[in-house]
T-cell receptor
Framework: NAGVTQTPKFRILKIGQSMTLQCTQD?????MYWYRQDPGMGLKLIYY???????DKGEVPNGYNVSRSTTEDFPLRLELAAPSQTSVYFC???????????FGPGTRLLVL | AQSVAQPEDQVNVAEGNPLTVKCTYS??????LFWYVQYPNRGLQFLLK??????LVKGSYGFEAEFNKSQTSFHLKKPSALVSDSALYFC?????????????FGTGTRLKVLA
């Protein structure tokens, strides 16, 4: 049982490039979340999903896209990277019955 | 709209002393409240939560928190701090009455326990 896994751990992007941050969970959780963490700002919700095929915007969705074709995977897409997207990105999941979120180890992204 | 505030960026406490990390919240209905801890270069780990019932909630590693509805607070406490408790602590809230599945996190409080 690996929990929530994220790849890559670290990535440097040039302005305007695109990339996908991968998130996979093996706990059969319906709820999945993407957050970004910036110093002094805490965690901000980017997108979330309540099940396969269902996604919705969080607090800071601009510049990002998501999809949820399976229960296990919830990738986050950056289409045109900007320096403002330099951050640490965390994926989390939770079950229907439990409010506890389980977090992945994070992806550190640097946009130059 | 739901919100959560952690008024202290950093809390310093001597090892063996009691510690308190403050959190206040604002929701339209009744809250679900959480504390998470983050160690350097790691993801967040769940510490404890208040859903309903007893206002005093006990969690992992000897931490506890008290839900105070009149003061809209959910302060994290521990009777005797350890150096290993040094980490970044986040309070979070979900407004169960609004039907939202979103969680709002505070800005975090860095706890430093001095030997």
């Amino acid at each position: 049982n690996a929990g929530v896994t994220q790849t890559p751990k670290f990535r440097i992007l040039k302005i305007g490039q695109s990339m996908t941050l991968q998130c996979t969970q093996d706990m059969n959780h319906n709820y999945m979340y993407w957050y970004r963490q910036d110093p002094g700002m805490g965690l901000k919700l980017i997108y979330y999903s309540v099940g396969a095929g269902i996604t919705d915007k969080g607090e800071v969705p601009n510049g990002y896209n998501v999809s949820r074709s399976t229960t296990e995977d919830f990738p986050l897409r950056l289409e045109l990277a900007a320096p403002s997207q330099t951050s640490v990105y965390f994926c989390a999941s939770r079950s229907d019955r439990e409010e506890t979120q389980y977090f992945g180890p994070g992806t550190r992204l640097l946009v130059l | 709209a739901q919100s959560v505030a952690q008024p202290e960026d950093q809390v310093n406490v001597a090892e063996g002393n009691p510690l308190t990390v403050k959190c206040t919240y604002s929701v339209s209905g009744n809250p679900y409240l959480f504390w998470y801890v983050q160690y350097p270069n790691r993801g967040l780990q769940f510490l404890l939560k208040y859903i309903t019932g007893d206002n005093l909630v006990k969690g992992s590693y000897g931490f506890e928190a008290e839900f105070n509805k009149s003061q809209t607070s959910f302060h994290l406490k521990k009777p005797s701090a350890l150096v290993s408790d040094s980490a970044l602590y986040f309070c979070a809230v979900r407004d169960k009455a609004s039907g939202t599945y979103k969680y709002i996190f505070g800005t975090g409080t860095r706890l430093k326990v001095l030997a």
